[in-house]
Antibody, heavy 120, light 107 residues
Framework: EVQLVESGGGLVQPGGSLRLSCAASGFTFDDYAMHWVRQAPGKGLEWVSRISWNSGTIDYADSVKGRFTISRDNAKNSLYLQMNSLRAEDTALYYC?????????????WGQGTLVTVSS | DIQMTQSPSSLSASVGDRVTITCRASQSIASYLNWYQQRPGKAPNLLIYGASTLQSGVPSRFSGGGSGTDFTLTISSLQPEDFATYYCQQSYRTRRTFGQGTKVEIK
């Protein structure tokens, strides 16, 4: 059974940093690209970042580029999101998601999310 | 970035109704379009990928269509468990983007 379990969320002051983790199990982690997607309270889904299976290709949304860094450790079956210079608008539930591609890429498994609150 | 625009933002419908949601891309994305359902307090769940292929386990009352810039998600006969928010997402570019969502509410 595929499982994605996020951790590392919490309350942080504006300008602060936080590192999110996503522990993956139930599939061959290093075969798949992974994503972070966030959802502000009461709002829609916002794609944040993607990392390819071997970390060779990394992309970010403009809203986080230069402040967030996605990484992965295939030996530990883990995905990370280092978030620096946090702003109030980064407050959201952060999901990690697995990408499957049979020619048509899609997010087939999602974690339950970890909540990040940026407030003084 | 490719912008995805859904319409309507919300709709009210009754059990048994046929419902159609539209998603428009700011540029052609061929058939690289996915649909997700999100129930309150839950993570999103994939319904359709490649614009029209139903994910395994998804009821056949859901269907998707379109290509290029205009896409639709249709629920042929709305069931109580379908009241949720629906999102389209393009996978044409690695910088994936979602539509703003369509909330389907009970009339």
């Amino acid at each position: 059974e595929v499982q994605l379990v996020e951790s590392g969320g919490g309350l942080v002051q504006p300008g602060g940093s936080l590192r999110l983790s996503c522990a993956a199990s139930g599939f061959t982690f290093d075969d798949y690209a992974m994503h972070w997607v966030r959802q502000a309270p009461g709002k829609g889904l916002e794609w944040v970042s993607r990392i390819s299976w071997n970390s060779g290709t990394i992309d970010y949304a403009d809203s986080v580029k230069g402040r967030f860094t996605i990484s992965r450790d295939n030996a530990k079956n883990s995905l990370y999101l280092q978030m620096n210079s946090l702003r109030a608008e980064d407050t959201a539930l952060y999901y990690c998601a697995k990408e499957y591609s049979s020619g048509w890429p899609y997010l087939d498994y999602w974690g339950q999310g970890t909540l990040v609150t940026v407030s003084s | 970035d490719i912008q995805m625009t859904q319409s309507p933002s919300s709709l009210s419908a009754s059990v048994g109704d046929r419902v159609t949601i539209t998603c428009r891309a700011s540029q052609s994305i061929a058939s690289y379009l996915n649909w997700y359902q999100q129930r309150p307090g839950k993570a999103p769940n994939l319904l359709i990928y490649g614009a029209s292929t139903l994910q395994s386990g998804v009821p056949s009352r859901f269907s998707g269509g379109g290509s290029g810039t205009d896409f639709t998600l249709t629920i042929s006969s709305l069931q109580p468990e379908d009241f949720a928010t629906y999102y389209c997402q393009q996978s044409y570019r690695t910088r994936r983007t979602f539509g703003q969502g369509t909330k389907v509410e009970i009339k």
